[in-house]
């Protein structure tokens, strides 16, 4: 390894990842340390090595930094379906979402393999092209919805959507001359800070075909085999039309010729001008796994403890990179989401700002509940604790009131208790559902009566 160029930079603090965790950490500990330098190290690429016998951290442009606290921050890649293919976008962060909307202006059909938060905002965003949707269960959003709540949301995929939208008022960062460097960090490779909830807005989603939505789903399959034009064609086999109708399951094969084909493993072939590949990330750990022993969990993360503190003295992590191995609250549970990498890189802050003065800090209150706010298909989606009933078995009940195209709620009930809640619409129960489900009260008195539309149920529970 090249000696540095330059003499090693010393600070206290040193934040590795320029993304939400990141940027949370290092606010807060500039707001903790007004008269320290805070060095924030923008994401992956630039990281050489962690050297912790040393407690330096080298850069790609040999660059030395010299660290007491140091939190890694440098959040996941894309779990990439094909490696190397250029039919296939993977969707993660702001370029690649600007990468998308070029490529999709000039599309008139287009696959989006994936069943998580990116693949349901774009089946929605999407307009004049025609979608392909590949997912392996049987339900869409099943991360974050059972069969009814998938249901529930799908029959809004069928109408026709409304102009109107919520402005959004979050802080947006750059990093200087980010604008020159946006293409040449796409060309190479390489990986940008994850996408926060607003990621589409401003980016016109339309492809080159006059309707709204054209979305057909292929349930309970994976990719088997891409094609690209040539090799399609020597192969002799034969791909499908777009499906008109649900009900029509007539099979036409498609005249049209396309860049790529994609073999599912239902046997079905469809072409497409390109393919999204939005299943899911991995933790980002490569570049700090070299001469140092961290804890790696099942996930492929950092081990951190309760306050954040990986395996390896003064190096703690936060967001996407790292794995919870502490034993979390029994309605808590770590999500690779946006809001939870903001809450850990908030709390990291504070626990090294409480270890570098000797002090003890408690837990964050906001690991006692999980709790996420989102908007999929224009309607808000608010998911409590065990809303799935995670780990529940089948000891534990439901409780749901559904609107056909205004609501859907689900209580999830434990030994009449409140352990988790999906609520899809303006149902402005989440304050209620988030005090039933802390303070524990049974509820095995008021029955089926919690979720009666003709009861005010936040009078009984002020």
């Not at 070029?102 to 059909?109: C, E, F, N, P």
């Not at 064609?233 to 008109?244: A, C, D, Q, Y």
């Amino acid at each position: 390894m090249e000696g540095p160029c330059s003499p090693p930079t010393a600070g206290k603090f040193v934040v590795v990842g320029g993304g939400i965790a990141g940027v949370t950490c290092a606010e807060q500990l500039a707001i903790n340390f007004p008269s320290e330098d805070i060095l924030l190290i923008t994401a992956s690429p630039v990281i050489k090595a962690v050297t912790n016998f040393k407690q330096c951290i080298l850069t790609e442009d040999g660059n030395q930094h010299i660290y007491k606290k140091l939190c890694l921050c440098a959040g996941a890649k894309p779990k990439l379906i094909c490696e190397g293919n250029p039919y296939v976008l993977g969707i993660r962060d702001t370029d690649s979402a600007q990468e998308f909307q070029k490529q999709l202006t000039k599309a008139k059909r287009i696959m989006i393999i994936g069943n998580g938060g990116i693949a349901l905002e774009l089946v929605y965003e999407i307009e004049g092209c025609e979608v392909i949707w590949v997912i392996k269960d049987k339900a869409i959003g099943n991360t974050f919805f059972d069969a009814g709540a998938a249901e529930f949301l799908t029959s809004k995929l069928i109408d026709e959507k409304p102009e109107a939208k919520i402005a959004q008022k979050r802080t947006r960062y750059t990093t200087e001359g980010w604008k020159k460097e946006v293409q040449a960090r796409a060309n190479a490779g390489n990986i940008g800070s994850a996408l926060g909830p607003d990621w589409h807005e401003g980016l016109d989603l339309k492809g080159t075909k006059e309707f709204s939505h054209k979305i057909h789903i292929e349930t309970m399959c994976e990719v088997k085999k891409i094609y690209l034009q040539e090799e399609f064609r020597i192969s002799e086999k034969k791909s499908l039309t777009f499906p008109r109708d649900h009900h029509d399951q007539s099979v036409t094969t498609d005249k049209e010729i396309w860049p790529v084909y994609v073999e599912l493993t239902n046997e079905k072939i469809y072409g497409c001008d390109f393919i999204v590949s939005a299943t899911g990330v991995t933790p980002n750990i490569e570049p700090f796994l070299c001469g140092n022993n961290f804890d790696v969990g099942e996930d492929g993360g950092l081990k951190v403890d309760d306050h954040m503190h990986t395996s390896l003295p003064d190096i703690y992590a936060a967001g996407d990179i790292c794995t919870a191995s502490w034993h979390p609250s029994p309605v808590w549970q770590q999500m690779r989401l946006w809001t939870q990498a903001r809450q850990m890189g908030w709390y990291a802050a504070k626990c090294m700002a409480a270890a570098s003065v000797g002090e003890s800090i408690d837990m964050d209150f906001s690991f006692e509940l999980f709790a996420h706010v989102t908007k999929f298909f224009n309607y808000k989606v608010v998911l409590l604790g065990k809303y799935n009933a995670q780990g529940l078995g089948s000891n534990h009940e439901l409780l749901l009131r559904c609107t056909k195209g205004q609501e859907y709620i689900k209580a999830v009930l434990q030994n009449g208790r409140m352990m988790g809640a999906v609520l899809i619409g303006e149902t402005d129960l989440e304050e209620t559902f988030e005090n039933l489900i802390l303070n524990q009260m049974n509820l095995s008195a008021y029955g089926e009566d919690l979720l009666d539309p003709n009861i005010d149920i936040e009078d009984y529970f002020d």
